[in-house]
């Protein structure tokens, strides 16, 4: 790869893996920095790049595992999700996106990584497995997990459909037939 198409791939790719590393560490501050270190190995081994997972993958994937290194390098690494502000009380996002990282933050790093990868880069599962060195069958089930976490966590939506009724509406005789 030349330094200008280097230079392009780095301007049509930092801002969109620096949204997927945040979604997968749940650290905007952390995500910028992984990926900027990912670049500069990249930069470092532009020659070299994996032309068949393709330079997105091995900049995501490096950043990926910088981050879990940082991560496992914390003494106290819990301590720093409890220490963040509260989103809410910080003028943050929309409770619903926040439901949505209080989801994945309680989630075990590979379950979060294969449902950030599969919902967020929109990676197939082959794809993914490619990606972090998991067999399809793992990830099938990372997935599998990961939204039965999102349903545990998200719970039923007002007016959303759950067997045959909406959640919000009583039963016509007023009894619950759950």
């Known amino acids: 790869m030349t330094e200008e198409e280097f230079a392009d791939f780095y301007r049509r790719s930092v801002h969109r893996i620096t949204g997927q590393l945040y979604v ?3 650290d905007f501050h952390e995500a910028q920095d992984v990926v900027q270190e990912a670049f500069v190995r990249a930069w470092n081994s532009r020659g070299r790049l994996d032309r068949d997972l393709g330079p997105d993958a091995w900049v995501r994937t490096v950043a990926w595992r910088l981050a879990v290194s940082r991560w496992r390098r914390l003494v106290r690494g819990r301590a720093a999700w409890e220490q963040r ?3 809410l009380t910080s003028g943050g996002p929309d409770p619903g996106m926040v439901d949505i990282e209080r989801a994945l933050r309680d989630m075990p790093a590979r379950q979060r990584q294969c449902a950030t990868l599969f919902y ?3 990676l197939t599962v082959d794809q993914i497995a490619a990606e972090t060195r998991l067999a399809s069958g793992t990830v099938k089930t990372h997935l599998s997990r990961a939204r039965a976490r999102f349903a ?3 719970g039923p939506r007002p007016g959303v459909r759950t067997a045959g009724r909406a959640t919000d509406r009583p039963s016509p ?3 619950d037939h759950r």
Request: net charge negative.
């Open 85 to 87: 502000a509260d989103p």
């Open 24 to 26: 997968m560490t749940g």
């Open 120 to 122: 967020v880069c929109d």
């Open 173 to 175: 005789s007023g009894e």
């Open 152 to 154: 545990d966590s998200l």
